[in-house]
């Protein structure tokens, strides 16, 4: 790690209370002679190169206090970390509005003079940042779960994660290296909790964003399964997030465990194969030797997997054995001491590793929408940029005939 420097930006990892068995989590502290929010103009080459440094070792940093960043700073710090990211949100150039496109739920705003930057939150503002009328949703695990927690939960301050997922439609684009999020507004609220399989609880601020590591994931992992996952590429469902819009999800948000749900074809968006998603299971990451196992499992569809030995291809393609198989090798990570749930400070921001971890929101704010309406302290608005790289997530362990356009070959 980098000693403290005056004149230089640098970095420590979150307390060892905080980050546990994560690996997740650094602060970022900007040079003292410069401003005190962020200004990439102002930065040398060397103090870029400490926070690809601190973000490749830590997936997740967070830069205190930065209230009035401008918004074009966040996809101009998108590319530090990744140069050929497209000027384009990876959810497209408009906000996500088609109901056939479960992501249509949020109502995700953009900003006018940056549309890369994406607005999400809870409750209605009026005249922001040119946008006369602006109503965000957070969402919470009782829309998508199978079975939710019940009412008493509930009212007792308990919540889930929604859905654990990366930032990426799995189709027409690739995901992006990093997401870059920014606290505007952090809603007043009594913390809430989390119950884990093992009877332990954890508590976490109300909206938390939780993250946790495909390296943690990796190694948690027999050593059957690691040779397994080295050796697969995941094919995802066409148009993924519409294809799964009507189903439900298990308790900890990482798969869909029945199925019969699913849209059918003639119901989706136009759609080719040459355009849906297939990465490695294992991906190399920048900036670190590890192997990261970066699966969404809500939204597998395929798996084809290599023989080292002779090169046989075993296509696994049956859908729910495909959900099972992931499963398996993901749900213990699901344990109080693997998960980082950021706790949001008004000026928080955050970039994390959008191609290391994986991340869910939290939360159950909906019960304050009433008391939000009257009370300006109960909102939460937040930016988030999140751009189409322009390179494929590249394969942990490579051989011939690995795919490593980001897309099925047809």
């Keep these: 790690m980098p000693s403290r420097n005056e004149s230089g930006l640098w970095f420590e990892p979150l307390p060892a209370d905080i980050r546990r068995e ?220 519409e294809y799964i819009r009507h189903c439900k999800a298990t308790e900890d948000g990482m798969t869909i465990p029945t199925m019969g749900r699913e849209t059918k074809a003639e119901d989706m968006s136009e759609w080719q194969w040459d355009k849906v998603a297939e990465h490695p299971m294992v991906w190399r990451n920048p900036g670190s030797d590890r192997p990261f196992l970066q699966v969404h499992g809500c939204c597998v569809y395929k798996l084809t997997t290599r023989d080292p030995a002779t090169g046989t291809l075993t296509v696994m393609n049956d859908v729910e054995r495909v959900r099972a198989t992931v499963y398996a090798m993901q749900r213990r990570i699901w344990q109080a001491g693997h998960i980082y749930a950021h706790r949001w400070q008004e000026g928080d921001l955050v970039v994390f590793h959008n191609r290391g971890v994986m991340h869910s929101i939290t939360g159950q704010l909906a019960q304050y929408q009433k008391e939000a309406q009257a009370d300006d302290s109960k909102k939460r608005l937040m930016w988030q940029c999140t751009m189409t790289s322009g390179t494929a997530p590249k394969a942990f362990r490579t051989y011939g005939g690995v795919n490593e356009t980001g897309f099925v070959r047809v």
């Excluded at 654990?164 to 690739?174: G, N, Q, V």
Aim: hydrophobic share 35%; charged share 20%.
């Design 22 to 241: 994560s690996s997740i989590g650094a602060e970022v502290h900007l040079p003292a002679s410069g401003p005190p929010v962020l200004d990439l103009a102002s930065l040398t080459e060397a103090d870029k190169d400490t926070l690809r440094q601190a973000l490749f070792e830590n997936q997740v940093i967070v830069l205190r206090n930065q209230t009035g960043i401008d918004p074009t700073t966040l996809p101009a710090l998108t590319r530090i970390f990744d140069p050929t990211a497209s000027d384009i949100h990876s959810a497209g150039e408009k906000a996500v509005s088609d109901p056939r496109n479960i992501l249509s739920a949020y109502k995700a705003g953009r900003l006018p003079c940056a549309p890369q930057v994406g607005i999400i939150g809870s409750g209605k503002f009026r005249s922001y940042k040119g946008i006369p009328e602006l109503e965000v949703v957070h969402l919470d695990h009782t829309t998508f779960h199978e079975e939710p927690l019940p009412a008493e939960k509930l009212a007792a301050g308990y919540t889930r994660p929604y859905r654990w997922h990366m930032d990426t439609p799995f189709y027409e684009r690739l995901p992006g290296e990093v997401t870059v999020l920014h606290a505007v507004q952090v809603p007043e609220l009594p913390d809430q909790k989390l119950s884990f399989p093992d009877g332990s609880e954890e508590e976490i601020a109300a909206g938390a964003t939780a993250f946790f590591s495909g390296a943690r994931a990796f190694e948690l992992l027999t050593p059957e399964q690691q040779e397994f996952a080295l050796n697969t590429t995941v094919t995802y469902a066409p148009q993924a997030y």
